[in-house]
């Protein structure tokens, strides 16, 4: 359980107390349910991560939405986009085992996460992991429910496969950005779980550097 779901249930059962000691029973019936959806949907279960060498696994709960090519730094990168509802869990964590090189914070719009424009005007958290060789950056997106992105670690900080980095609270959405090389295992429509649903595999760090080689002499000679 994250700790602000006993918060938000805690004010609520003072709500209903007090509305029932001032009001009657009846006006405590709102505030319950409402305490206990708070304390269901700042649920953090525990997962078993993937051990497999080259694992990127989903940095959250909640369905593809998305899987294509976008511009990075003028570099391409295969893209996941993943929605969460207020059904999914919230807890957000590492695609992979790396040290955190960058943290980008941009404050936005608060547009519905399943549009494509969300993913560069919603309000978001952009944050680049480096390990093994590889560099994945996935951000958290705020939508129409979601006003507050919690991320827990810093700039230098190391973070292992699966390992908790922070939360979005309510619907939201989360885009992680792989190398060119990296062998995607979802599809549109498919449902993920953060931590233990594998998302794609990355080559060795020797292998993606040959290939990221070779794409860019094919770019030069064009």
Known sequence: MVRDGYYYALGLCVVAAVAGWLAGPV???????????????FR?????IPAEAGAVVSPADGKITDVGTVALDGQPRKRI??????????????PIAGVITKVEY????????????????????????????????FKQIAGVLARRIVFTKKLGDRVERGERV????????????????????V??????????????????????????????RERETR
């Not at 509802?85 to 964590?93: E, T």
């Open 27 to 41: 006006y405590a019936i709102v505030p319950l349910p409402l305490a206990a959806f708070f304390l269901w949907f």
């Open 44 to 48: 953090d279960p525990e997962r078993v």
């Open 81 to 94: 986009s993943i929605f969460l509802s207020v059904f999914d869990v919230h807890v957000n964590r590492s």
């Open 106 to 137: 941009r404050h936005g719009h608060f547009r519905n996460a399943q549009s494509a424009a969300s993913a560069v005007e919603n309000e978001q958290n952009i944050v680049t992991v480096e390990g093994d060789g590889h560099t994945v950056v």
């Open 166 to 185: 922070g939360l979005i609270k309510f619907g939201s959405r989360t885009d992680i950005l792989l190398d060119p090389a990296a062998d995607i295992h």
């Open 187 to 216: 599809s549109v429509g498919d449902r993920v779980r953060g931590g233990s649903s594998v998302l794609a595999h990355l080559p060795p760090a020797e292998t993606a550097g040959f290939a990221s080689a070779s794409a860019s």
